[in-house]
């Protein structure tokens, strides 16, 4: 019996390609994989003086660099992946994960998760190379405008009270090792290292200012140090008040902006009490606690109703509006009921919403699904005021949560067409936050927004193509495309459904304007009046640029009218990236700042001073961190994947040519670094809809989810092709083969393609293309298609099990493009699956089909394998147990990425069969033998 570990495998594979290549550089290897690194959880300070980021190799341990803005090294924490800097730019805050290995092997001793080795916290002095440690952390809260931070611990931190209050009254107490559901909460200021610990803590909440925590306490039963209950901790006064008793569930703990109210939900039931309902608690610094102000049978709560443990609890901007969420109050179990005598099944009916399979999949989420409520905690007498129900689930609050009116949305009555159109027509409504009233204001299809200070209703009607803007004080409703002269839905859009809006930009505060995307301008529209103002001067359409607004804070609520709006651009043409610049009122053309043949990525400026990070990379250039006052002068900050120098990379090209019906298209040609237009190459042709912007996106080599790993491939010997598609309902495999076959024509016409040893690749969308494909042309010597679709006839009333979706609407509207039901036109249904062509195919073909897939029906790939097999030809299935539509498992990614360069190396080198394709491995061998080796 052939027992054959991956580590093995991988040297097989690798030798075949050692040899075969004749460059300086040594080619791409499985081994490679791991340590490739990446950057992530980029920070810079408010003053624009240190910047923070991870280096992550995608498996392994990470590191955390931190320097100053002159690009000095001030620190490195290995294992960090994680960093926040605090808001006075004095202090970083990190979580310093396991050693890889350690977790490893807590994983192959099947440890209890209990029993895994645990975070550590990291507390950095900016300017200091020393750090603070704390073991064993859950969680940690940095007050957003404060240096103050608040952490979940598991064991002992600190050995005797920071504070100096030994009583047994105070809650900081010695910490002792956690035998029970709570943690040990410690509190710090990280200017003055003042610390207080708190025992037995479940929840926490760390006010904006720093000043006020609130945590909740389940203590032991017997213990009498410190009773269960919510507490606040007033940091300035180094007081701990008792806000709530006894034992029960405390969640959603919230505290306004100002530092002045709390709120949260809490049970208190007995712990055999069947049903358990929630109350909200309220207090503020007039109170000597907090009182219940919402529960079952209170004022304004439906009947049946109480107050939801799982709806979100917050406070307006203002602090006058408090928003929580009630629910039905579930029926009790029956108790009475013996599990194995009791039926199950699944029922389903014409009439239901929503088909089984997909409230079956929703069922946890609608077991928490809590409705909106709003109470005016301050007012004398104030009552809740419901705002959703069952009749209208979803509700969109202002972002600032003080309007007086927030928007319902709702599909009643229209749920069901979903299974055929793909969306549903939405109900606009809106609702008196004051009185509960509601006012209807429009039903369509598309989405709907309110704007940030609750004055406008915003949407983008799909049928009629037009951005509507409902002011809300007067009733109007204005056409805001209409005065712009140009489509605002998307001008490319090739399936029989609604094109879909390009989106919006922003507001600007106080709701004065909105700023909304064509396909290539931003306009900015005066919601009130519906004046328009091409932003972007049309400099967009006529360059063919592509613009859109950067937003460089992420917790920016408005674009800010004094300063500059970043604005990214991509031509349309070359596919490079750039940025221009503009002040939100100017009426100036755009100030160019930078183009180049790269892409850029994750903005971000610091909050006090004009200094920016960024990442820019391309194929050949890894995405590495920069800092720059104007993107113009730079600084590079990251050095990631030195070792790529020691690689065989490529180059991307742009390639053009003409279908035979006259389109103009477009691709990418990957070619080796070593490329020599004296030899001959195979080439792989990978594709899915439209590739051609990312000519400038870095490709790491990382084992495939399910694609072709272009770097890997190329990095090999091989060309990579990446042909744009561009369809036409009704006919989606015609198109495949209009596009792809006459891109490869033309790269033919080139010596140095080796025409007899050109392989295609697809996944999902593109294994079905694949499929097409070899019914109609014998140009590939191999073929491999992951996830395909093979009879369209079959898979139009399946389901998709991730989501509980029937398929139907994909065929009718959208990605299948027939654009009309298996009835009404089954010859396009007949035409468009290669199952009833499949007697023509004279390419080899490898499909993955995963057993649990839950896009495209697993059985999709069984029909083509079996038909296949009857039929005498080449053809091979991998079918994953367990996984999804792309794989999961990093073993599994790395064993397909072997398989799949085994298999065209094969066909397009000439390589030695491997065993699994030669003679395959029997059932009795799984998972003993793997069939990697190579046949002699």
């Known amino acids: 019996m052939?027992?054959?570990?991956?580590?093995?495998?991988?040297?097989?594979?690798?030798?075949?390609?050692?040899?075969?290549?004749?460059?300086?550089?040594?080619?791409?290897?499985?081994?490679?994989?791991?340590?490739?690194?990446?950057?992530?959880?980029?920070?810079?300070?408010?003053?624009?003086?240190?910047?923070?980021?991870?280096?992550?190799?995608?498996?392994?341990?990470?590191?955390?660099?931190?320097?100053?803005?002159?690009?000095?090294?001030?620190?490195?924490?290995?294992?960090?992946?994680?960093?926040?800097?605090?808001?006075?730019?004095?202090?970083?805050?990190?979580?310093?994960r396991p050693f890889y290995k350690d977790t490893r092997q807590a994983k192959i001793k099947k440890k209890k998760q209990a029993d895994f080795p645990k975070d550590t916290l990291g507390i950095i002095t900016l300017g200091s190379s020393s750090v603070i440690k704390v073991p064993a952390i859950r969680s940690f809260k940095i007050a957003e405008d404060a240096a103050v931070i608040a952490y979940l611990a598991t064991v002992d931190t600190l050995k005797k009270p920071a504070s100096g209050d030994t009583s047994k009254k105070a809650v900081a107490a010695t910490v002792a090792p956690a035998t029970h559901d709570g943690a040990d909460l410690s509190v710090r200021k990280l200017k003055a290292g003042t610390v207080r610990t708190f025992k037995y803590v479940t929840e926490y909440q760390v006010s904006k200012n720093g000043k006020w925590i609130a945590?909740?306490?389940?203590?032991?039963?017997?213990?009498?140090?410190?009773?269960s209950g919510l507490y606040l901790f007033d940091f300035e006064k180094n007081e701990v008040k008792q806000l709530s008793t006894g034992r029960g569930n405390y969640h959603n703990i919230s505290i306004d902006d100002a530092g002045?109210?709390?709120?949260?939900?809490?049970?208190?039931?007995?712990?055999?009490?069947?049903?358990?309902?929630?109350?909200?608690?309220?207090?503020?610094?007039?109170?000597?606690?907090?009182?219940?102000?919402?529960?079952?049978?209170?004022?304004?709560?439906?009947?049946?109703?109480?107050?939801?443990?799982?709806?979100?609890?917050?406070?307006?901007?203002?602090?006058?509006?408090?928003?929580?969420?009630?629910?039905?109050?579930?029926?009790?179990?029956?108790?009475?009921?013996?599990?194995?005598?009791?039926?199950?099944?699944?029922?389903?009916?014409?009439?239901?919403?929503?088909?089984?399979p997909q409230q079956l999949k929703n069922l946890q989420t609608e077991l928490k699904r809590s409705y909106l409520a709003v109470i005016k905690p301050e007012e004398t007498n104030s009552k809740v005021v419901q705002l959703g129900s069952k009749a209208i689930p979803e509700i969109l609050t202002a972002e600032n949560k003080d309007a007086r009116y927030v928007l319902g949305l709702t599909d009643t009555g229209a749920r069901v067409s979903a299974q055929w159109e793909g969306g549903t027509k939405q109900q606009a409504i809106l609702i008196d936050t004051k009185s509960g009233n509601h006012r209807f204001i429009n039903a369509s299809m598309g989405r709907y927004f309110i704007s940030p200070h609750g004055n406008y209703v915003l949407w983008f009607d799909l049928k009629d193509q037009a951005w509507y803007c409902y002011t809300i004080a007067t009733g109007q409703k204005i056409n805001l495309s209409k005065s712009t002269g140009t489509k605002m839905g998307d001008e490319?859009?090739?399936?029989?459904?609604?094109?879909?809006?390009?989106?919006?930009?922003?507001?600007?505060?106080?709701?004065?304007?909105?700023?909304?995307?064509?396909?290539?301008?931003?306009?900015?529209?005066?919601?009130?009046?519906?004046?328009?103002?091409?932003?972007?001067?049309?400099?967009?359409?006529?360059?063919?640029?592509?613009?859109?607004?950067?937003?460089?804070?992420?917790?920016?609520?408005?674009?800010?009218?004094?300063?500059?709006?970043?604005?990214?651009?991509?031509?349309?043409?070359?596919?490079?990236?750039?940025?221009?610049?503009?002040?939100?009122?100017?009426?100036?053309?755009?100030?160019?700042?930078?183009?180049?043949?790269?892409?850029?990525?994750?903005?971000?400026?610091?909050?006090?001073?004009?200094?920016?990070i960024y990442t820019k990379a391309n194929?050949?250039?890894?995405?590495?961190?920069?800092?720059?006052?104007?993107?113009?002068?730079?600084?590079?900050?990251?050095?990631?994947?030195?070792?790529?120098?020691?690689?065989?990379?490529?180059?991307?090209?742009l390639v053009r040519w003409t279908t035979p019906k006259g389109y103009q298209s477009q691709g990418i040609l990957y070619k080796p670094e070593d490329f020599d237009p004296d030899k001959k190459y195979p080439m792989v042709v990978y594709f899915y809809e439209k590739l051609s912007d990312g000519l400038y996106n870095y490709l790491p080599p990382a084992p495939t989810p399910s694609r072709l790993p272009i770097s890997f491939f190329v990095s090999n010997g091989y060309l990579v092709f990446a042909p744009d598609i561009s369809y036409q309902t009704g006919h989606p495999g015609a198109s495949a083969v209009e596009f792809i076959n006459s891109g490869v024509e033309s790269l033919k016409k080139n010596a140095w393609v080796d025409a007899a040893?050109?392989?295609?690749?697809?996944?999902?969308?593109?294994?079905?293309?694949?499929?097409?494909?070899?019914?109609?042309?014998?140009?590939?010597?191999a073929a491999w298609a992951g996830a395909p679709v093979a009879n369209m006839t079959s898979a139009y009333g399946g389901i998709r099990w991730e989501s509980g979706l029937n398929r139907q609407f994909q065929y009718e509207k959208s990605q299948s493009r027939i654009g009309a039901t298996l009835w009404e036109k089954p010859e396009l249904y007949i035409e468009n699956s290669p199952l009833f062509q499949?007697?023509?195919?004279?390419?080899?073909?490898m499909i993955m089909s995963n057993d649990a897939d839950g896009a495209v029906p697993w059985y999709q790939g069984i029909e083509m394998f079996t038909a296949l097999r009857r039929l005498g030809k080449p053809v091979w299935l991998l079918q994953y147990n367990g996984e999804a539509h792309n794989l999961v498992l990093r073993q599994n990614r790395k064993d397909i990425t072997i398989r799949e360069q085994q298999f065209f190396d094969h066909f397009l080198k000439g390589a030695t069969l491997p065993v699994w394709m030669d003679r395959g491995v029997p059932a009795i061998d799984k998972g003993k033998d793997w069939g990697l080796e190579l046949e002699k």
């Not at 709806?311 to 013996?338: E, R």
């Open 260 to 356: 002045h109210q709390v709120a949260f939900t809490a049970e208190k039931n007995p712990e055999k009490a069947l049903i358990k309902p929630f109350k909200l608690y309220y207090y503020n610094t007039t109170k000597d606690s907090a009182d219940v102000i919402a529960a079952a049978g209170f004022a304004g709560i439906p009947n049946n109703w109480a107050v939801s443990g799982d709806g979100k609890v917050s406070f307006s901007k203002s602090g006058n509006n408090l928003y929580f969420g009630t629910a039905p109050i579930p029926k009790p179990a029956d108790t009475t009921l013996v599990d194995f005598e009791v039926a199950k099944l699944d029922i389903w009916n014409y009439k239901d919403d929503y088909l089984q």
């Open 492 to 612: 490319l859009n090739d399936v029989p459904g609604y094109a879909s809006a390009y989106g919006i930009a922003g507001w600007t505060a106080g709701d004065k304007a909105v700023f909304i995307y064509d396909r290539y301008d931003i306009w900015r529209f005066d919601p009130a009046t519906g004046d328009t103002f091409n932003f972007t001067k049309g400099i967009g359409r006529k360059n063919k640029l592509i613009i859109r607004y950067d937003q460089t804070d992420p917790e920016q609520k408005f674009i800010p009218v004094k300063e500059p709006m970043w604005l990214l651009t991509q031509n349309e043409e070359n596919k490079q990236w750039g940025y221009f610049r503009k002040f939100p009122e100017a009426n100036n053309l755009p100030e160019k700042i930078v183009t180049a043949p790269m892409s850029y990525d994750n903005l971000l400026k610091a909050k006090n001073a004009d200094v920016y």
């Open 2 to 96: 052939r027992k054959l570990l991956l580590p093995t495998c991988l040297l097989l594979a690798l030798g075949l390609h050692v040899s075969a290549q004749k460059t300086t550089k040594k080619p791409l290897d499985h081994t490679v994989f791991d340590g490739w690194q990446s950057t992530a959880g980029q920070r810079i300070s408010n003053d624009g003086k240190w910047v923070g980021y991870v280096i992550k190799p995608q498996q392994g341990d990470a590191e955390l660099i931190i320097k100053d803005s002159k690009n000095a090294i001030s620190v490195k924490i290995p294992r960090a992946d994680t960093v926040k800097i605090s808001s006075d730019s004095k202090f970083a805050v990190c979580l310093i």
């Open 757 to 781: 040893h050109i392989g295609i690749q697809g996944q999902s969308w593109g294994g079905y293309q694949v499929a097409y494909l070899i019914t109609q042309t014998n140009m590939y010597a």
């Open 215 to 227: 945590f909740a306490v389940t203590a032991p039963a017997k213990q009498k140090e410190i009773a």
């Open 838 to 845: 499949l007697p023509k195919v004279k390419t080899p073909v």
């Open 619 to 653: 194929y050949k250039q890894s995405p590495d961190l920069y800092l720059s006052a104007d993107l113009k002068k730079e600084i590079k900050v990251s050095s990631i994947n030195p070792q790529q120098s020691e690689y065989n990379w490529g180059t991307a090209e």
